[in-house]
């Protein structure tokens, strides 16, 4: 399995690298995508209010150890804001009664109960649920939380597209003939291109518009879905709500899922849904491993009804030694690492830079999260 798992991941850097080149095809950023690249005003408010006519007052900011580089940034972006670092959660409260502001891991319920000055948390993942169910956190009206939603979009959206491109074009069997020396131009059964098939987008935030901008210049047709009513933008065909799901899903030859884990989500796709895909087709989901009910799932894939799956997520998670899904046919699977990337850096560190220049002079951040909605 290990020797099956390294051959795989060689396959995903080449193919990682296919994908870039349909992406540099797409058109030069606008405005809205330059403003998306550094984090989204969607609901931004200010965390700590500061009187323009006083000098910036003295704040502090507990965060987790930072190579000398980042701290200077952090300094020379936010003068007035002293970082204050913690190895553990028992160092970040000790700080707790000065802090203003704290990185979303050490916001324990201990924590916030002992910091009354607090006002903001930066999140380092899309997804909050794990910070949420803090509940001190979520019910406080004080204290602002904010994520890096969009800012793994591109990264994830290679990897979901190279998994893909291991399926349609059965890579695997041709990687296998190369590890064996063999040159073997029947080793694939049945390959197919994507151009003119439809992808359907379940959940058209920062992620889900990145997958949805590669599959359009695959030449797929693109329908989505999104929690709220927007004309759809140049590269999606077809933008229905949420609740048009079961609908949308017997027209999709590859259904990828890019939805936030909430009470909404969680187990959103289970037996009914798979009954409703297209026979033979494919399942993305690079979003939350509960999202999906692993039973349905491995169902779905034993039957032929899905042609195939590409999971960097799954449920439970890590995936433990002799999990159904490790035997599952036409499964890609991988660790949770599609958010890795060296570009993954740079924008979640330039939106953390950002946002701590914002905290520090009152300004409206960015990325705010909706604590009710869970996004």
């Not at 193919?15 to 005003?41: H, K, M, N, T």
């Not at 200010?46 to 190579?67: E, F, H, K, N």
């Not at 033979?280 to 009910?293: D, F, Q, T």
């Not at 520090?360 to 999260?369: D, F, H, I």
Request: with cysteine.
């Amino acid at each position: 399995m290990m020797g099956s798992m390294a051959s795989s991941a060689s396959i995903l850097v080449r193919f990682a690298a296919a994908v870039l080149l349909v992406a540099a095809a797409a058109a030069p950023l606008s405005a809205a995508r330059a403003q998306e690249a550094i984090g989204s005003e969607r609901g931004s408010v200010v965390a700590l209010p500061v009187d323009p006519s006083l000098p910036l007052p003295r704040l502090v900011y507990v965060s987790p150890p930072l190579s000398a580089a980042d701290l200077a940034a952090c300094r020379a972006a936010a003068p007035n804001v002293e970082m204050h670092i913690a190895r553990t959660q028992a160092e970040a409260l000790r700080h707790a009664g000065e802090a203003h502001a704290a990185d979303a891991r050490f916001a324990s319920a201990a924590f916030l109960e002992a910091a009354p000055k607090l006002r903001w948390v930066q999140a380092g993942s899309a997804g909050v649920e794990r910070y949420l169910a803090v509940g001190e956190l979520r019910s406080s009206e004080q204290v602002v939380l904010t994520n890096m939603k969009g800012m793994h979009g591109p990264a994830i959206a290679d990897h979901a597209f190279a998994m893909l491109l291991m399926l349609t074009r059965d890579m695997r069997a041709y990687d296998a003939a190369q590890q064996a020396g063999r040159w073997d131009r029947g080793a694939a059964e049945a390959p197919i291109a994507l151009h003119g098939r439809t992808m359907l987008v379940v959940g058209l935030g920062g992620i889900g518009s990145e997958i949805a901008r590669r599959a359009h210049g695959f030449g797929m047709k693109v329908v989505a879905t999104a929690r709220t009513e927007r004309p759809p933008p140049a590269y999606v065909d077809r933008l229905e709500l949420a609740g048009a799901l079961d609908g949308l899903l017997p027209q999709a030859d590859v259904v990828a899922i890019a939805v936030p884990l909430t009470a909404e989500t969680e187990g959103l796709f289970g037996a009914k849904q798979f009954a409703l895909m297209k026979e033979g087709s494919y399942l993305i989901n690079i979003a939350r491993g509960r999202v999906c009910e692993t039973d349905a799932l491995v169902a779905a894939l034993q039957s032929g009804r899905l042609a195939g799956a590409c999971l960097d997520v799954t449920d439970p998670e890590p995936l433990p030694a002799g999990h159904p899904l490790w035997k599952a046919p036409n499964l890609v699977l991988t660790p949770h690492v599609s958010s890795f990337a060296q570009a993954t850096e740079e924008r979640t560190h330039a939106l953390q830079i950002e946002n701590l220049r914002r905290f520090a002079r009152g300004l409206p951040l960015l990325n705010v999260v909706d604590k009710q909605a869970g996004y």
